[in-house]
């Protein structure tokens, strides 16, 4: 992430004409050679291993936090208290408690902060956004989505930083995107039951102490039902990140593996000619333009991340926050440990609780 931050930092001045034109001041990595190397990789002026000097210096006017979650909180506590704005990488924090003194520091510094949920600012997934707020399906009566890849599908694979630690396991890792989805698509979450499992609890070189896979029923505060699904032992599934929504009106499916298209049904007209319709993103789209002038080329991985950076630099620019804010990174949290509270009781848990 590290990498795509500064890539997209360097190109969003050029694709968006931003006010706003960044300039790669300094980059901080685990040891004085990593720090050296990436500098000079990705076009940064200066390098450190210590957070604390970038974050104190002078000449750094705004911090993207790329590092793992047990280090956001002393990270963004510091810059925010400088009046620094900060992109934080999602989850935000490695614990509810962590996120909920982030949410306090940034609201108490006034200053602008953002979390790191790329995957819907899609051109598709914006446009679905809005078609639901238009009212294109009507009424929302039920929702599922999931997060889900296979890079742990083979239990041979051999155990890494990712199979410990629950942070770092699949409600840790893929459930924020997708749970970030749902309230962005649907709204807030009210309640939640859930089950979290451990398929693969040995792997070549260690124990594993996080979760494999996890599904959640829930209740939408809006009186919605939804179903989510998050695994990174799906086989075949390489960027599962897909929903459908049904409404009274219509419905909308998506999936990433396919990202430039949305399929929209409309209940309408004869039943002879009715069908799911896909639609091909293009210039009409949102944050597609400035991209390409050709509807159906495209947009990829990257782009997304270059539209984050374009929200981040508009809203430091105007000095007001842009969705999603750390009370945003925060709801998310608030949602997952309130799933993980519900796989250990066996029953529904109510995220107010959290």
Known sequence: MGKAHSVAMSAVGAVFDTALRPRLEMICASSPDSAERYRAAYGFRRA????????????????????????????????????????????????????RAMVAAAEASGTVNMVGFNYIRTPASQFARQLIADGAIGDITWFRGEHTEDFYADPEAPATWRTTGMANGTIGDLAPHMVNGALALV????????????????????????????????????????????????????????????????????????????????????????GFTKILTGPAHPDYEPFCQGPGHGTGYQDQIIIEAKDFLTAIHSGRNIWPTFRDGHEVNRVLVAALASADSRGWQDVSAF
């Open 48 to 99: 450190t291993a210590d957070w604390q000097a970038l974050v104190n210096d002078a000449a750094v006017e705004a911090v993207v936090i790329a590092s793992p979650q047990s280090t956001h909180r002393q990270i963004a506590e510091a810059a925010l208290a400088l009046g620094k704005p900060v992109l934080c990488e999602k989850p935000l924090g490695a614990s509810l408690e962590d996120s």
């Open 187 to 274: 709204g807030p979450i009210a309640q939640v039951m859930a089950d979290v499992e451990t398929v693969h609890h040995t792997r070549p070189g260690g124990v594993v102490t996080n979760d494999d896979h996890a599904q959640m029923m829930c209740r939408f505060e809006n009186g919605v039902m939804g179903n989510l699904y998050f695994s990174r032992i799906a086989t075949g599934r390489k960027m599962g990140y897909a929903y459908e929504i049904s409404g009274t009106k219509g419905a909308i499916r998506f999936d990433q593996e396919d990202q430039n298209a949305l399929w929209l049904y409309r209940r309408e007209g004869p039943e002879a000619h009715r």
